[in-house]
Structure formats: structure tokens, C-alpha cells
């Protein structure tokens, strides 16, 4: 029986949203249909709290229609996991966030991991999905190459090798056994740099489709007891 997520850019970058659903797909099993999306308005990259506040309303949205279109798993492919926990109020198939989702996979293959970013700014968003989804404690460090979201798309080459550096860094310096990539326009950089350094590197796109199909095999949806029941109609 084929399996349909729909995986949800939260920023506008048309460039980003297939590069992302490309890896999804390639990630999937067979009898596994990738859908991606982004909203039309909102902004082109998210790198702080403001811009994960104005994404938010676009990822609702797009949750609403793919429940409409019945598909059996949303992920929301941004680092910042925005709106992640109203999009579970309103969804009834799972939805998972591609930082929980790196996180979660990390902690399997490794006691502690470090997470290379884009921007220092961004740094307290992970730290605090950190803090708020009880890994803390197997992150040793969050490193940044200092460059914009979308100069991963603009300058690929140029971040590609900051990228490397940094994740070099951190298995040399950190104590680590594994990294997480703490960008959804970092996902078709991963392959490469896992074999460059030859240790487990994390994209949370991949992550997440893996965990939606197990949970779709184990027949689990989000839970509508308690705090993830519908909205209160007003
Ligand atoms: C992100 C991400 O994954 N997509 C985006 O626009 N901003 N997060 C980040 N830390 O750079």
C-alpha cells in the first residue's frame, strides 16, 4: 500500500523545496510518495525568531491541506521545527519536525553528537529545541559556518567546503560520534560529507521520512487525548 507524505518547506525558496523533496524522495521506500510544498507567502530563508513566527502561518496551512488530501505523514523541513506543535493540533497523521527527527536518529548511533548550522543567530533556536526535547545532554556542540540559508543555494561550492570544515572540527575537537545538520538546505550535502569524514552525518529530512514510515507501519497517528486534540472551536 503506498504511503504519501507530504513534506513542508517552510520558507519560500523554490530552489530549496525540490532540493529537499529530491532527497526525501531518494530517502523513501519505493511504495513511498513524496509530495513537497512550500507557502506562497512568507519569507525566503528562516534564521531567527521572527522569521520562524511569520513561516508559521504558511506551514499551518499547508497541514491543513495535506489532511484534506488524506496523506499519511507531514515533516516540516526546517531546522527551527516552526509551528511543529499547533501543526500536530490540527493534523491527525504524525508530524514530525527535521531537528526532533535528527536528534532522535542521532542519539541511536551515537552517545553524543554535534550540530553544524548556518548562522550564529540561529544557534538559540536549536538550543532551545535541545532543551525542549530532552536532548541537551547528548549535544556536545553547535557550531556554525556563518552564512546565510541561501547561500547554500548561491554559493553551494563555497558553503559545501565551510561545511566540511566545520564538521571536521567537530569530530576532531567535540568528542563526538555523530553530526546533525542544523539545515533543510543542507540535506543534499549530508552523503557527502558522512563519506568525506567516514562518521554518521544527520540530515533530518532523511530522518524524518524514515520515522513517519515506522510509525505508519505501527499504524501510529498523533494522538488526539489531550494537548494535541483539534484546536477549540471559537
Ligand atoms: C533553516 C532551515 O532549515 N531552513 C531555513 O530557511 N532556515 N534553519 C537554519 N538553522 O538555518
Known sequence: MTIRIQVINPNTSQQMTSSIGAVAQDVAAADTEIITVCPQHGVASIEGHYDEA????????L??????????????????????HAAREVADAPVI?????????????ATKFSIVTTLP?????????????????????IRCIDLPVLA?????????????????QAREQDGIG???????????????????LNIPVIDGVRAAVK???????????????????YPTQK
Open 178 to 196: 555523530a553530526i546533525v545538520l542544523g539545515c533543510g538546505g543542507m540535506a543534499d550535502m549530508a552523503e557527502e560529507v558522512s563519506r568525506e
Open 63 to 84: 497541514v491543513q491541506q495535506g489532511k484534506q488530501q488524506q496523506v499519511d505523514g507531514h515533516i516540516i523541513a526546517c531546522f527551527g521545527d516552526p509551528a511543529l
Open 54 to 61: 511569520i513561516s508559521a502561518a504558511g506551514v499551518l496551512q
Open 121 to 141: 543567530r540561529t544557534r538559540i533556536i536549536a538550543e532551545h529545541l535541545l532543551q525542549q526535547y530532552g536532548f541537551d545532554r547528548h549535544c556536545a556542540q
Open 152 to 168: 547554500l543555494e548561491s554559493e553551494r561550492e563555497f558553503a559545501y567546503i565551510r561545511l566540511l570544515e566545520n564538521c571536521h
Open 97 to 109: 519536525g527535521i531537528a526532533e527527527a535528527a536528534f532522535h536518529m542521532a542519539s541511536l548511533v
Open 211 to 229: 520515522l513517519i514510515e515506522g510509525l505508519h507501519g505501527m499504524g501510529l497517528k498523533t494522538s488526539k487525548w489531550g494537548d494535541y486534540a
